[in-house]
């Protein structure tokens, strides 16, 4: 779960780390108070949204007076910003961060990430920050730092290392070691999947200085930080996944006009693949999960349906956990409550299928148990 | 033979009495799995399914003299519950739930790495030796004895795999689900090791997926250590890239993970890689039979 560059810096603010003085407004009323309790001539105004890029995109802005802050405030509240990191539609703004203006002097960037391969915490840090810390990575991998972390405890050889590498003095790697300490135990206390500074700044004043902040939440802890799942922005998610994950559907939109349910998300790209395989085109993953009720059935329907290029749904169901009875059943229901005018192919398979077979043959639903011979009448219909 | 799970594992349920547990408890046993009893904190001394009920592991490891356990407790208990059963020195974990927080994992890998222990999953469809036993969720009657060891990182996209080899006559030693989470107990490479040294396995079927870079640490171990055809699917070949937030996953990655970055890897180091799901089976079967 992400959390908004506010979000992320009222919990850095609550580990003692630095950032700017900033006030988030959600409409233009707002500006012109927010401004005057920062104070200062200039501000920065940071459009909020899930993802990074934004400076490129126009989505962060200098202001010299409150009627630019305002100017930026209405060009941008309401609206969708695209970046080359979001999807074509972009991410919704609907709250702006301002702040106080920061003199930089250097950019340093800074990020802590749960990696599969070395299978622990990486902190990953370059002296080359800003925005292309990516190309960097790429070719010149020698100017990035990694050091990977078993548990919350980061040793003074790995600060050393880090500070190194970044070339800092003697007062800034004091002021690091204090940093990389509150971050480290920010991360475990948080439960989290990602932390990102870019950049992480020396001052003029030469204090080191957190002029970004982007964190993710582990979705499966949020059980247990119930205050930062209380922080989730649902604008910020597509309105059809949204809608999935509220009963606990994993759905994700795409461009074609073939249906597609599935139970797992292996077999959902899986059947994605075969689809394509055989000159056809998935409109969208969708993975009901290995519980999938009545009602969740129902609910894939409807999420697939409201897709208007849908000419044909494909359900492929391999039995584990879930009872292919039961999916049969839910289909059946789906169809008489939602209504479905496209035609359904299903291709049970596993637990309980000859009987979920049955059941859909006696309400007139033809399934097949061959995912060939089902992938290919879905492709057939769809042209 | 087969890997993991044999004649001699002796296995324990954790979480036995709640719905999970008990279903497939009732479908391991109807399969002839050795499931000697289970745990259920507050339920020692009932019996559920017509087997004893403890506490604590270590209670039915002395009671029983059990060596395995299949976990189903929720995923906020998780941890404490696979410790519970690495303290009461059982060898063969496999957890099932899904949902365990990444960095519960980080802490239960750093306890299990110097300890002589495998665990399976979480978030996975379990260990399977047709004919012998099940830990797990896999539908059984698709299973059948023979040649081929399976590995995944999916669930139902392993019963696929498994499928395919059955209707082509190999059957399977063994079949491993190891998991989607990033930090698994086990990974390809561990499992690989077990099907190359196991007499009974003649081929292996690796089925992996788009994200992190486990298949193409197991292209570079299969290219060095093992002799056996290793024939593997990568699912998400027509997944799109999806929405990011910041730089630190492309960085980590070294902008890798997708399908067809895999697949070359996995080539160059002699793996047979299927672009078609279907063909699993044929492929394993022309492999074995060429």
């Given amino acids: 779960m992400n959390l908004h560059e506010y979000q992320s810096k009222e919990i850095f603010a609550r580990y003692g780390l630095p950032v700017s003085k900033g006030v988030v407004i959600k409409s233009l009323q707002e500006v012109s108070g927010a401004c005057k309790k920062i104070g200062g001539k200039s501000w920065v105004a940071k459009a909020q949204v899930h993802a990074g890029g934004r400076g490129k995109s126009g989505g962060v802005k200098l202001c010299n007076s409150i009627n630019e802050v305002r100017d930026f405030a209405e060009q941008w509240l309401g609206k969708s910003l695209i970046t080359y990191q979001t999807d074509e539609h972009g991410q919704l703004v609907n709250s702006i961060l301002i702040e ?90 948080c439960d989290l ?142 169809i008489n409550e939602v209504g479905v005018n496209v035609p359904v192919i299903v291709r049970l398979e596993g637990n309980n299928a000859d009987l979920g077979s049955k059941i859909l043959l006696e309400s007139n639903i033809e399934s097949l148990s061959s995912l060939e011979e089902a992938a290919k009448k879905s492709v057939e219909l769809a042209q | 033979m087969s890997i993991l799970l044999d004649h001699s594992t002796r296995i324990i349920v954790q979480g036995i009495t709640g719905s999970q547990g008990s279903m497939h408890t009732e479908q391991a046993l109807s399969y002839g799995t050795k499931i000697v009893g289970g745990v259920t904190p507050g339920k020692g001394g009932s019996s559920h399914i017509n087997l004893p009920v403890f506490d604590k592991v270590e209670e039915a490891v002395d009671a029983l003299d059990a060596n395995a356990s299949l976990i189903f407790v929720p995923a906020p208990f998780c941890k404490e519950a696979i410790l519970e059963a690495v303290n009461a020195d059982i060898k063969l ?75 082509f006559g190999l059957g399977q030693s063994s079949c491993v689900g190891i998991g989607g989470d990033p930090i698994p107990g086990s990974s390809f490479i561990d499992i690989l090791k077990l099907f190359e040294s196991d007499t009974n396995t003649d081929a292996i079927v690796m089925v992996g997926e788009i994200g992190g870079s486990s298949e193409e640490e197991a292209a570079e171990f299969i290219k060095d250590s093992v002799s056996k055809p290793v024939i593997s699917y990568i699912a998400g070949q027509t997944a799109p890239p999806g929405k990011r937030m910041g730089h630190a996953g492309a960085i980590i990655s070294g902008g890798k993970g997708a399908a067809s970055d895999k697949i070359l890897v996995l080539e160059e180091c002699g793996v047979l890689v299927t672009r078609n799901l279907l063909e699993i089976g044929k492929t394993t079967y022309d492999a074995l039979n060429s």
């Fill in chain 1, 100 to 189: 106080e203006l920061t003199d930089i002097k250097d950019e340093i960037y800074l990020s802590m990430v749960v990696d599969r391969t070395s299978q622990s915490v990486a902190i990953i840090a370059s002296a080359e920050g800003g925005v292309n810390i990516e190309e960097t990575a790429k070719n010149n991998p020698e100017k990035i730092i990694s050091i990977f972390l078993k548990d919350s405890n980061i040793s003074q050889l790995q600060i050393q290392k880090i500070c190194l590498t970044l070339s800092l003095n003697k007062q800034q790697s004091e002021q690091m070691d204090d940093i990389l300490k509150r971050l480290t135990k920010l991360f475990f206390e």
């Fill in chain 1, 193 to 334: 999947a990602l932390l990102e500074i870019n950049p992480l700044v020396i001052k003029t004043d030469e204090k080191l200085h957190c002029l970004d902040a982007k964190l993710n939440v582990d979705n499966n802890a949020l059980f247990r930080q119930q205050e930062l799942a209380k922080m989730h922005d649902q604008t910020q998610e597509d309105h059809r996944e949204a809608t999935a994950k509220q009963f606990d559907l994993s759905y994700v939109s795409l461009v074609g006009n073939i249906g597609c349910m599935v139970n797992g998300a292996g077999l959902a790209m899986g059947t994605m693949d075969t689809i394509k395989f055989f000159g056809g085109n998935p409109a969208n993953f969708l993975d009901v999960g290995g519980t999938a009720t009545q009602e969740r059935v129902a609910q894939a329907f409807k999420l697939i349906l409201d897709d208007p290029d849908v000419k044909v749904i494909l359900v492929n169901i391999f039995g584990g956990i879930v009872r292919c009875d039961l999916i049969a059943e839910g289909i059946i229901a789906a």
């Fill in chain 2, 93 to 167: 974990i496999v957890c099932i739930t899904e949902g365990v927080p990444t960095l519960d994992m980080l802490e239960v890998k750093q306890i299990i790495d110097d300890k002589d222990i495998f665990l399976i999953g979480p978030n996975c469809p379990g260990v399977i030796s047709p004919g012998i036993g099940k830990m797990g969720i896999m539908p059984a009657d698709i299973h059948m004895p023979g040649r081929v060891g399976v590995i995944s990182r999916s669930g139902t996209l392993t019963y696929e795999a498994v499928k395919q080899t059955s209707d």
